[in-house]
């Protein structure tokens, strides 16, 4: 298996020799950015060292996964394509910058901080205040934003060998998922510019793990960190926050175990992490942004404006401003979501980059539906919250989503849970076919001494 072929060692001096080389091609920049992303990965293995599992394999993963996103953010930093993946980047840079200027007395407090940033609504003022605090302590330095978001990305992948393990107690199963998420292309990408995918994706990998762990018995740290992801969910992108909220909340009332220290432990655990959410001010408006987030009529402007906001738009004529026109929408939206772009849809370089990953999903997704078939038929309290959340967000991107690009670009959201089950998809198959092997080879050994045994 991969966790016995690559060697520790051998990554820790490739990532050192990757450091030096990127300190010689950005100078003082690249030295200040290995700097703090080498501090944040410092932590993350610290942690993954005093993990009660193989602390050897979550730390393979996770170096894997930090080269490979270090490598890659060095690439669209030095060559200036960040533009070609997304240009969103551009308002947390800027945004960033007049925040940084603004607390050290250099910049006024403009309109734009008070609307975006200080107003501590909608989708932008946790990764304005995230860059902002960076370009305050180093200077304006976007290639250390990206190596601390590629650091945190990277950590994605060990948390989510934690979850499969914690659900399917499987090893196996485990190191797949964990090298699925360190290797895969879109989620390598996405941690690799300065946009808040990365961290958005290992705050809810880490969130449900958290969860599943308070499921089993109550643990102050435990709640600590799923309370500071909630928060960060929330500052990130608030409608998530919500559905990340109703499946921690299943999961707890399912429940792995049902003593009664168990349901006390998820009880104290869930009064401890909403009135905290309610004592520091995110349930307050949570009415309000409940009932926009399930708005039909919202829903259904946004959906225009990604359809028709550029070529690879779809579903243009559909309406789902009502529950009919959203339910005839969904088949579409879904199909899309999960399986977009096809290759008749390869008009532009971007989506022919897409495609070889394209190929290897569609060929992960038979091995996902029988993850999913087991998980349900053995192991269903285990995995209901992270069910949950997949179903839930599925849905609402399939209703929601009317871009190619758009829908590719936040599939890895779901993605990254689905590794999971393709994890044990794979596991089954392969350990039937052992077993299959095992089976032919010991009943062949019975024939031969059949063979040796009977009279001549």
Known sequence: MAGEIINLRVLFVSYFAIAIGICGVFLVDGAVAIALSSIVAAGVILVLRNSELRAHDLMKIFMVALILRLIASSVIHYFHIADFFAGDWHAYDSIGEQLANYWTGVGPYTGLLASRVFSFRGTMWGMCLFVGSIYTTVGKNPLAVQFIIAALGAATAPVTYLCTFEIFKNRRAALVAGFVVALMPSLVLWSSIMLKDGIMIFLLVL???CSLKLQERFDAKH?????????????L?????YV????????FVAGQKNTIRSIIARSVAVIIIGTSLGYLGFLESAGGEIERMTSLEAIQE???DLSQSARSGFGEDLDVSTTEGAFTALPLGFTYLLLAPFPWQITSNLAAMTLPEMMIWWVMIPFMIAGIYY???NR???SLSMLIFTIMLTLGYSILQGNVGTAYRQRAQIQVFLFMFVAVGITLFIERREN???FTASRNRQMARQIELSPR
């Open 207 to 209: 969130a449900i793990y």
């Open 244 to 251: 990340v909220c109703v499946a921690i909340v299943g999961g």
């Open 237 to 241: 992108r608030y409608y998530i926050f």
């Open 380 to 382: 269903l309290r285990e």
């Open 302 to 304: 946004s959906r225009r």
């Open 223 to 235: 709640v600590i960190v799923v309370l500071l992801a909630l928060m960060g969910i929330m500052s």
């Open 436 to 438: 299959k092997r095992l």
């Open 375 to 377: 998980s349900v038929r």
